[in-house]
């Protein structure tokens, strides 16, 4: 089965730092990786995508990278702002199934 | 309106009550999950559907079921609900594997058993 699992579970850093959430998984047979925000109380947000064959994607001031063969994938969030503050999650296709991670809270400080 | 809607988005019912909760959406795509979020637990699968003929068991189905009413509609229920059922859940949707794959989320459904 399938195991998600992100690093840190919490994070709190000051206005305007560049910060880095990681994400790792077992089985590399994916057909592709999804980071989400979620505001407390709320939906999940999809940001970025990755398919299995690709590397990084970007968006924004968001940058999503994929080594699918060590089994890991990155968010990175270049000058965080306190609107940035939410829990983030990564997830993974495994054909049909989707797997998560219990998320990373982040709290940007202004 | 949102491509993936929930209802009811919040409920209180009591132990032994039958609840139904509703998903539907307009995004057109086959794939179709619940789930439920506990703090602390993540996101952990109940029921999934690739067609109306098609209906997949997760990994914590125990005490509820599905129906799977057209390609759009996909029901939770608890037949009789007891209070650790009390939690967050969410309906999403994918299109098929093949096409970009990304899985979209409604807004929730917030349900509390006294």
């Known amino acids: 089965k399938q195991e998600v699992t992100q690093i840190p579970a919490a994070l709190s850093v000051p206005e305007g730092e560049n910060l880095v959430l990681n994400c790792s998984f077992t089985?590399?047979?994916?057909?592709?990786l999804q980071w989400f925000r979620q505001d407390p109380g709320k939906g999940l947000t999809s940001l970025l995508l990755?398919?299995?064959?690709?590397r990084e994607q970007t968006s924004g001031r968001l940058n999503a990278s994929l080594d699918k063969s060590s089994g890991r994938s990155t968010l990175y969030i270049a000058a965080s702002q306190p609107g940035d503050s939410a829990t983030y999650l990564c997830?993974?296709?495994?054909?049909?199934?989707?797997?998560f991670g219990s998320g990373t809270k982040l709290n940007v400080k202004p | 309106d949102a491509d993936v809607t929930q209802t009811p988005r919040n409920r209180i019912t009591k132990t032994g009550k039958r609840i139904m909760l509703e998903c539907s959406q307009t995004?057109?795509?086959?794939?179709m999950y619940w789930y439920r979020q506990d703090p602390g637990l993540g996101l952990r699968l109940i029921y999934y559907?690739?067609?109306?003929?098609?209906?997949n068991k997760g990994e914590i189905s125990d005490g509820y079921s599905v129906s799977r009413q057209a390609q759009a509609k996909f029901s939770l229920s608890l037949e009789s609900a007891i209070p650790n059922q009390t939690a967050l859940y969410f309906c999403?949707?994918?299109?098929?594997?093949?096409?970009?794959?990304?899985?979209?989320f409604g807004e929730g459904s917030r349900l509390t058993v006294l």
């Open positions: 995004k057109g795509h086959d794939r």
């Open positions: 999403a949707t994918a299109p098929p594997v093949g096409s970009s794959g990304e899985l979209f």
């Open positions: 997830a993974v296709d495994n054909f049909n199934k989707f797997y």
């Open positions: 559907s690739f067609d109306v003929k098609d209906i």
């Open positions: 990755i398919q299995s064959s690709q």
């Open positions: 089985d590399s047979a994916i057909y592709n």
